[in-house]
């Protein structure tokens, strides 16, 4: 076993995953599946990392979670206006928003704070 250093590695590892997935606990085998998963986590967060979402986007994701329209942000966010600004970009969001959606609709702060701005 080495580390995966090139996409040629990365295939390899992937298609030895796939030959050792059923592996039973306690064997070598499964032993080798744990540390080349290890070493493909690695390897894709180094060559394919995953950004966070937007707020605006972290926020339509959670409402079709559950199943609810942006009506539902009308009193949390302000207005039909003020939502319409927000969901739109036109207008960021306040520190009260932020926090009302958290409470309302567990949406993580990391996902509604745009480091970006």
Do not use: C
């Amino acid at each position: 076993m080495k580390p995966i250093k090139t996409k040629k590695d990365y295939e390899a590892a992937l298609k030895r995953i796939g030959e050792t997935w059923n592996a039973r606990p306690g064997t070598e085998e499964a032993d080798e599946l744990d540390i080349l998963a290890t070493l493909v986590d690695h390897y894709e967060s180094l060559h394919f990392p995953i950004e966070p979402p937007d707020p605006v986007s972290a926020i339509e994701f959670r409402l079709e979670q559950l199943g609810l329209q942006r009506s539902a942000l009308n009193g949390i966010i302000g207005s039909r206006g003020r939502v319409s600004e927000v969901m739109n970009g036109k207008r960021s969001m306040t520190l009260k928003m932020i926090r009302k959606l958290h409470k309302e609709f567990n949406i993580p702060y990391e996902s509604l704070i745009d480091a970006g701005k």
